[in-house]
């Protein structure tokens, strides 16, 4: 399979480091060494290639920005490349790694007990433990703070009960990190895979983000050790804190899976040749294709400007949000504008298209839906909440 070439119109490769550079072309070999030729396969089969995750471990994508506990250490610009390049494979798989690295060891990171973090931060670094973040409610989705889930003191713990759903890498996951009401408003805990009471079940039939496991978690009088609760966890800020840091990940990501699509339809366009020309000959066609090369040049640029923020700690919970809703809005306008050029063969997975389009009806959807970013923006500009 060819090299991917990158899409760089604005020469922003001379405004990385050498360490950032290099990190990203690990990450674009592994993803077309190891992740293309099996991915269209496991979308087919819906499963999730779960053989990765030591490689992941190995490459140090898990938990990529933060320091310590076998972590790499890495900058946030050189974490957005990775989640650029993972998602240029497949959404899923950068599902998994923001999951892991941004919404279940960050939590553990910022929240837990010395023990927790060393019980549990090395070992999802590595892969050899996975992770997952129940936050969302069959009731409560985008107004997570309105969850009925409840953990009630007794003894020296506390029981939990009730129902996550939507819930990535759920029912593979040897630790869920679990938001719910107690006394104190919301706190996270940590529910170990096996606890009496706690059952998931998988969330079948999707037409997006098929590799990738999507579950339900079940909490039945669940007892949860007193260990398990993550100290500093405080009211709804904390699991929003948490989604900052995915939806950070995912405004990269989004340009991944955008220039998966861009790069085919370009190559689709030169190739093809109706009424007697190649498509990339007619101004419409051209139209479109510099329409795509302009939304991921901006993008591009919107992320690395938040990256180098996000490492000097300047960054704002709705500058992430400009750029989640903004770049994933892009990105699956050039999947539908990339499927068109391609004709008929564009609802076919012989090319990787019609995938990338689907799974970014989630991206849009999942972190904030694209609305709900407009709100959270709306809110910072006008210092008016239209949310209730
Ligand atoms: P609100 O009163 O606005 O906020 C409560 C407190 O939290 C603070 N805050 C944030 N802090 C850090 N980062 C953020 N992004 C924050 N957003 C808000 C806020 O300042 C306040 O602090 P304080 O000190 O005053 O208490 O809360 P609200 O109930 O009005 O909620 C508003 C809203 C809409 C912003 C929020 O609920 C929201 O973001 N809704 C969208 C829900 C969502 O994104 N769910 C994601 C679930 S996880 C997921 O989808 C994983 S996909 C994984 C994958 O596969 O990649
Ligand atoms: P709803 O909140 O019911 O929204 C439906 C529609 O109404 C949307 O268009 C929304 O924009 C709109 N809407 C809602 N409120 C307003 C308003 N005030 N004004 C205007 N419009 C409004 N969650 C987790 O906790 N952990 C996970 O790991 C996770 N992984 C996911 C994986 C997948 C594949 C998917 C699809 C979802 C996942 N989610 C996860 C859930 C995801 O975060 C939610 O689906 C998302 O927050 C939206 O909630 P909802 O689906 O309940 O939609």
Redesign the pocket.
Known sequence: MAKFPGVDFLHLEFLLSSEEVMVRNTLRDFVDSEILPIIEKHNRDATFPQQLIPRLGDLGVLGANLHGYDCAGLNNVAYGLIMQELERGDSGL???A??QGA?VMYPIYTFGSPEQKERWLPRLARGERVGC?G??EPNF?????GMITKAVREGGGYILNGTKT?I?NGSIADVAVVWAKTDEGVRGFLVEKGTPGFSTSNIEGKFS?RA?VTSQLVFDDCQIPQENLLPGTR???SP??C??Q??YG?AWGAIGAAMACYVTALQYARDRVQFGKPLASYQLVQEKLVDMLTEISQAQLLCLHLGRMKDQGTIQ?SQ??LAKRNNVKAALEIARTARDILGANGICDDYPIIRHMCNLETVNT????YD?HT??IG?EITGI?A??
């Open positions: 950068r599902s998994f923001s999951v919404l973040f936050l969302t989705g985008s107004d997570p703070g939507w990535t983000m990738s009211g709804l800020k929003l804190m989604l900052s995915a939806r995912i919970p992430i949000s999942y972190e904030g839906t709900i709100l959270i809110q909440s949310f209730r």
